[in-house]
């Protein structure tokens, strides 16, 4: 890290190049592959702003087109330029099977709805929000991967610019190729398949390249992502490829403990070739007419998993958090305490207003619990059902209210707060690595069509991470949404810490904040007292997050599936985690 190959003017030039250009209200970039022309963005809409405008540059190619030939090929480096490149618009999405949606009037749409204007398999952009363009302002820099399974997303529809009229930060925003033209298995040695993931790391190559001339410092870069994106964090995050390339990491609601493919086996892609009409004896020739299908054609509703068993992944998922093989950064990571309460749900018809039959809970048990089982291959789903009912239920309760209780607790656990407590436990390990684990706990108020057995659904913590509580109305005058004070307070919190991370590697530390706040001292995690901060209008810290539920998924579980796991305690032991978005599309389309 730290390479200043980008490095060729401070802000006194940029202005004065942005003048002679007649550049009105712009500010010109240069990059490694030509300059770009940004936005000067008043923030008047934005309540509290520390800076009283920002500079966004969006639509900047980080990689060349994968079409053609180099559809499923490693991401190459974009062509240059001569002259400026306009940064104000943003690049085509990336093809995806379908839109997400909100209901209309609700603060759900300012972070789902299409900011670009087009989809293309053309996509490689990224997206960069900065209060200080000079090269010696050394900010922190923060990369997001959006959420949606690694299927479904964009990163035009996060508005960063919020967060980074907050704070002193640097934020950038990327697309990445999604479902199968980012993880089809190939025999390709050089991605496996993974070229969703390389485009992750040929972004954050481009950062290091060129972010100084943004104003950021390219030895404090973050990752960050929730659900789908904080996959992708994790998994760079285990990737021997991605050492150097950033310094510290988040994943929000989403480690990847998910079922994968494994390097050589191409029986979806063969799968695929035959609905499509290709050969499937020759693989090149089945390759070769795959890369002439129309990319629309080539998306299916199968769940997006990576591959493993090669060069950038090379174990099992489970077995690299395990075996503590994971590269040594700072991380702060955690999950909401209901994010299997209500748009997961959806997909799980048999929950209602009236609760859960218990009988029912039962049948359908092992279809949702086969989700697990197939993380552990050769692992037969019939062996965990008895266990996990065991581990859940008292023994002779039907009350459907505790059932469904239960239920959206297991749920939750086995997908999300099992593998980011065995992530955190992994990364502890490094001596040298601070983690910091966090459950977000508010139930947002402006989210009236919640049931009430609703607590923080998975996607809440979105709105206070990227500051919707504090957008102001068209007049500028009265807020936007009817968030409460102590929940735009909550959203000014959850931003300093984040950014105090990204900052000094503690959400503690406000050293070069933008702005002080009075924050509750967040304890480091440590295997061995596995603290953790319930986050909330008003936080307090904890320690050892449902231990018993979570010995049960990362120990108990694993060994009935096959694995060879030496338990940590003597507690009742009776694990993950689905396409969030996809689930959700899904059950939208039945």
Not at 232 to 241: N, R
Not at 242 to 257: D, F, K, M, N
Request: charged share 20%.
């Amino acid at each position: 890290m730290g390479r200043r190959a980008g490095k060729t003017s401070g802000v006194g030039d940029v202005v004065v190049l942005a003048a002679l250009l007649g550049l009105a209200g712009g500010v010109v970039v240069p990059t490694t592959y030509g300059d770009v022309n940004g936005v000067e963005l008043p923030t008047s809409f934005i309540g509290g702003a520390v800076f009283d405008r920002i500079y966004t540059f969006k639509g900047i190619p980080y990689a060349a087109p994968p079409v053609g030939d180099l559809r499923w090929r490693p991401p190459q480096d974009p062509a240059g330029w001569t002259g400026v490149r306009d940064a104000a618009q943003f690049g085509a999405r990336c093809p995806q099977v379908a839109d997400i949606q909100a209901p209309p009037g609700s603060p759900l749409n300012e972070l789902v709805t299409y900011r670009s204007n087009s989809s293309s398999e053309d996509c490689l952009f990224l997206n960069v929000y900065t209060p200080n363009v000079s090269s010696a302002a050394d900010l922190p820099v923060m990369l997001w991967l959006h959420g949606g399974g690694m299927g479904l997303g964009t990163a035009d529809t996060y508005p960063a610019e919020i967060p980074t009229s907050l704070n002193n930060v640097v934020m950038v925003t990327i697309n990445y190729r999604l479902g199968n033209l980012g993880f089809l298995p190939t025999r390709d040695a050089e991605t496996d398949g993974n070229v969703g993931l390389m485009d992750m790391a040929k972004a954050l190559q481009w950062v290091q390249a060129n972010i100084w001339n943004f104003g950021g410092d390219p030895n404090r870069v973050t990752i960050f992502g929730q659900s789908g994106g904080a996959w992708g964090v994790s998994l760079l995050v285990m990737s021997p490829e991605t050492r150097g390339l950033y310094r510290r990491a988040i994943s929000q609601s989403g480690v990847a403990g998910i079922p994968t493919s494994r390097r050589g086996d191409t029986t979806k892609t063969e799968t695929l070739a035959a609905s499509l009409n290709c050969t499937t004896t020759s693989f090149d020739d089945m390759m070769s007419c795959l890369r002439s299908k129309p990319a629309l054609d080539l998306l299916t509703y199968d769940p997006t998993v990576p591959i493993v068993g090669g060069r950038f992944l090379p174990d099992g998922l489970w077995d690299l958090m395990y075996k503590k093989q994971v590269n040594e950064v700072d991380y702060l990571l955690g999950t909401n305490n209901d994010d299997y309460g209500y748009g997961l749900l959806a997909a799980v018809p048999q929950v209602t207003a009236d609760g859960l039959d218990r009988t029912v809970f039962e049948e359908i048990l092992p279809a949702q619990l086969k989700y697990v089982a197939d993380q552990f291959p050769g692992g037969n789903v019939d062996s965990i059902v008895q266990p996990t009912i065991d581990q859940y239920m008292d023994s002779d309760s039907d009350d459907p209210i505790y059932t469904r209780e239960q239920f959206i607790e297991l749920m939750t656990d086995s997908w999300f707060a099992a593998p980011t407590v065995l992530m955190a436990q992994a990364e502890a390990a490094h001596g040298d690595s601070r983690v910091y684990q966090y459950e977000f706990q508010h139930r947002t108020s402006v989210f009236s069509e919640r049931p009430s057995y609703t607590k923080a659904d998975h996607g809440d913590e979105l709105h206070y991470m990227f500051g919707i509580p504090l957008l102001r109305d068209d007049t500028g005058a009265s807020w936007k949404y009817s968030f409460t004070q102590e929940e735009r307070d909550l959203s000014l919190n959850m931003m300093a810490y984040w950014v105090n991370f990204a900052a000094n590697g503690d959400p503690s530390d406000s050293t070069g904040a933008a702005r002080m706040r009075d924050l509750v001292t967040w304890p480091r995690y440590m295997t061995s007292s596995q603290s953790y901060l319930k986050l909330d209008v008003t936080s307090s810290a904890d320690v050892r997050l449902r231990e018993s539920n979570m010995k049960f998924w990362n120990e108990e579980v694993p060994r009935l599936l096959g694995k060879d796991v030496k338990t940590s305690g003597a507690e009742k032991s009776t694990w993950s985690f689905l396409l969030v978005a996809f689930s959700a599309v899904v059950s939208l389309l039945q």
